[in-house]
DNA sequence: TGCAATTTTGCAGTCTCTGCATTCTTTGCC
DNA sequence: GGCAAAGAATGCAGAGACTGCAAAATTGCA
């Protein structure tokens, strides 16, 4: 959590980036996607719609990603949990390290209440909420593969455990947001993770 | 799978569907996303670009939705699992729900192998196909508590289940076009079902 | 056959997104 | 402080996705 001092243009280019994506998901949670252009976005946050551009791969994305260094801190994520001790099993391991980042939920609580009803609200950015990761997808997998000694290509575990972690998260999500923030998303997070880890039991405490 | 014969009219829609999706699988699985355009896929079909648009809201959907009745294949999977024996458990009943429908990756290999080839290779599509349900979702959920006796909008249960199984088919799907459709997928599902059923053991055996 | 319903198509127009050249800022260095 | 290089913002032109609307073609049915 430190916070190197970078120089001034370093600083503007966070903050330029923080002000699309907030502007956006304020803009989309009030108005819908469809009503939003990115000449809107851009002018709000003062800024050309071409610079936008420079930012966000697309409009979506300025509602989707909340921040500018996504790829660092995924990757920062995988070392994190490949650094756990070798006693905890994999999945906790893995779960302790997603967790930290999912903490900024409830840190930002208001602008992820926004991002999650703009999400929810439409099609487009579900898809491109739920699938962020495409890029992390594979070093995720390989990272799983190599801390349970699996050969990625040929074990479901892998996969299977990013997938339906990735699967607890957003059920997590969507509760927390049900919820209107008012409960922990991390306490959420948590008890989906208790609940997937002991294999989905029947709620009522019947066996399947 | 009883068929019935419909009109000529609207036999004629459905092949028109059809001829699109898979016209469209097969040149982006080719040349990838951003070199085929709607006019490419229209033109091989043979109908106009403005009729690409009566079938599907974006490029994307061609390349993604397989079926011309999608909602009401998922409308009728929900039937299914509720008609289930109450004494097979929620998960169980809803994964034979699904595995109905996921019959049809086995059934049409060479397609879905385009199709997890073009999804695979390009972040939209990727995106696209993993929310692919996004209007099903909220439905879903509601019939897997009633089913199950839980409240939808209080219990974490029936969002989690969606989510979790939803990521073992993604996973099973993934490992199944890695061996290029050499294995079963519907085996490979079954598989992932089972491990996420048994709470996600450590692969080597040892616990968690 | 002839009418009504449905589907296809063309067209005009809006918006997203990209490449490229130009201008403005920041930075490191003297 | 002044200056050159690097980086960022901007404008502009253009391709392509997508929509609404009305005309034309097709199909179902009396």
Redesign the interface.
């Known amino acids: 959590m430190t916070e190197p001092v970078k120089g001034l243009r370093e600083r503007k280019r966070l903050e330029t980036h923080r002000a699309l994506a907030t502007t956006a998901v304020r803009l989309v949670a009030d108005r819908g996607l469809d009503n939003v252009t990115v000449e809107d976005i851009s002018a709000a946050a003062g800024v050309s719609p071409r610079t936008f551009f420079n930012y966000f791969a697309s409009k979506e994305d300025a509602v989707v990603i909340a921040n500018a260094d996504y790829a660092e801190r995924s990757q920062r994520t995988i070392e994190k949990f490949l650094a756990t001790p070798k006693e905890i099993?994999?999945?906790?391991a893995f779960v302790d390290a997603v967790k930290e980042e999912f903490a900024q939920v409830d840190e930002n609580r208001e602008e992820w209440l926004g991002r999650m009803k703009a999400i929810q609200e439409n099609?487009t950015l579900?898809?491109?909420?739920?699938?962020?990761n495409?890029?992390t997808i594979g070093p995720t997998i390989e990272a799983i593969a190599l801390r349970?000694?699996?050969d990625p290509?040929a074990?479901?575990?892998p996969?299977?455990?990013?997938?339906?972690?990735?699967?607890?998260v957003?059920?997590?999500l969507?509760?927390w947001y049900?919820h209107d923030g008012r409960v922990s998303a991390l306490e959420?997070l948590d008890?989906?993770v208790e609940?997937?880890?002991?294999?989905?039991p029947?709620?009522?405490g019947?066996?399947?």
């Open positions: 099993g994999t999945a906790r099609a579900h898809s491109r909420a739920v699938a962020m495409h890029e349970a000694g699996v290509k074990e479901l575990y996969a299977l455990l990013l997938a339906t972690l990735g699967g607890a957003n059920a997590a969507i509760l049900q959420l008890q989906a609940m997937l880890l002991a294999g989905l029947e709620p009522g019947r066996a399947h």
